[in-house]
C-alpha cells in the first residue's frame, strides 16, 4: 500500500532522478558489498583487489576477481526494478538513473539516461589515459593483464577504485540530474559512500521529495521524506504504477 500523500505527489512527477546501488542488482544474483553475510567487503579484501596499489602490486590477481565479477554481470538479467526504472523513464520526461552499480544492468534493461558513478566493469582501459577505452573486452581465458591495443601496456578495468577519483565530469552531471528533478528515489544503496550520498541530501535542500527504497535502515533513512522497507524488485514496479494510474 502506497501512501495516499506520496501517491498524489508521485501522480504529478515530471522527472525523477533515481540514484541506485547494489541492492538493485541484488535480485538478479549480484552480491552487494556490505551484506553481512554474503557482501564482497566481508569476503574480499578491498585494499588487495580494488586500489591502484593492489594492480601495481598484482595485476593478475585483480584481473581475476574482476573477471569473475565481470562473468557474474554478463551471466546476470535485469529485474523487475531495472524494467520499472526504464518502463518509466519512457513516461516521463526524464529519469536520469545516477547508479553507483558497475554491472550495465540498467542499460541492459533499457534505460537510456544513465550516469555511472563508479565506471562500469564492461569496459577496459589502459593506465595511459590517452589511449582509447576497451569495450567488453573478454578478460576470462586470456592472459592477464589483458593488453592495450594501441601500446601493449596493461589495460585495468574502468572502475573506480578506492582512493581514486571519479570519472570526469560524472559528479557535475549527477547534481545537474538532481537540480532538474522535481522528485528523488534512493534505491538499495547503504548510504555510506561520498559523494553518492550527498545526492539526496542536495535533493532534500532544494525542497524535492526524497523517497528511499531498502529492505534496512540507512542513515538516509531519519532525513528522508518516505523510507520504504522491502526489496526494490517488489517496490518499484509498485511506485511506477502509481505514478501512471
Ligand atoms: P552496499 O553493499 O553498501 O549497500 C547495499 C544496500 O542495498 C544495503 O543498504 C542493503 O540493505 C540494500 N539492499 C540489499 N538487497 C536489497 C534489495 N533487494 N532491495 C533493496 N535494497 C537492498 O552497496 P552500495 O551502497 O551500492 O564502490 O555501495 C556503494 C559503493 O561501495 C559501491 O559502488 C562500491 C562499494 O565500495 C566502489 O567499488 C567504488
Redesign the pocket.
Known amino acids: 500500500m502506497i501512501d495516499p500523500d506520496l501517491g498524489r505527489i508521485l501522480k504529478r512527477v515530471r522527472r525523477v532522478v533515481v540514484l541506485?546501488?547494489?541492492?538493485?542488482s541484488?535480485?538478479s544474483g549480484i552480491p552487494?558489498?556490505?551484506?553481512a553475510s554474503s557482501?564482497?567487503?566481508k569476503r574480499f579484501d578491498?585494499e588487495s583487489l580494488?586500489t591502484p596499489e593492489a594492480f601495481q602490486r598484482d595485476p593478475a590477481r585483480v584481473w581475476e576477481w574482476y573477471a569473475h565479477r565481470r562473468a557474474m554481470a554478463a551471466e546476470a538479467s535485469p529485474n523487475p526494478?531495472h524494467r520499472a526504472l526504464a518502463e518509466w523513464e519512457r513516461r516521463l520526461d526524464g529519469c536520469p538513473v545516477v547508479t553507483?552499480?558497475?554491472d550495465g544492468l540498467h542499460q541492459r534493461a533499457g534505460s537510456r539516461d544513465v550516469i555511472e558513478?563508479?565506471?562500469s566493469l564492461l569496459r577496459s582501459r589502459c593506465l595511459d589515459p590517452r589511449h582509447p577505452v576497451e569495450e567488453g573486452a573478454d578478460a576470462v581465458g586470456v592472459d592477464l593483464p589483458p593488453r592495450c591495443q594501441t601500446c601493449g601496456g596493461p589495460l585495468r578495468p574502468d572502475?573506480?577504485?578506492?582512493g581514486?577519483a571519479l570519472p570526469a565530469g560524472a559528479y557535475e552531471a549527477a547534481l545537474a540530474a538532481v537540480a532538474e528533478a522535481d522528485f528523488l528515489l534512493s534505491?538499495?544503496?547503504?548510504?555510506?559512500?561520498q559523494p553518492?550520498a550527498s545526492l539526496p541530501l542536495e535533493a532534500l535542500e532544494r525542497g524535492v521529495p526524497v523517497v528511499e527504497?531498502?529492505?534496512?535502515p540507512?542513515p538516509l533513512t531519519p532525513v528522508a521524506d518516505w523510507s520504504l522497507r522491502?526489496?526494490?524488485?517488489?517496490?518499484l514496479p509498485r511506485l511506477a504504477a502509481a505514478a501512471s494510474s
Open positions: 541506485t546501488g547494489a541492492g538493485v541484488a535480485e552487494t558489498f556490505r551484506d557482501g564482497l567487503w578491498p580494488a526494478a553507483q552499480n558497475v558513478l563508479h565506471g572502475v573506480v577504485w578506492f581514486e534505491v538499495g544503496t547503504s548510504s555510506l559512500v553518492a527504497i531498502n529492505i534496512e540507512t522491502g526489496t526494490a524488485g517488489e517496490i
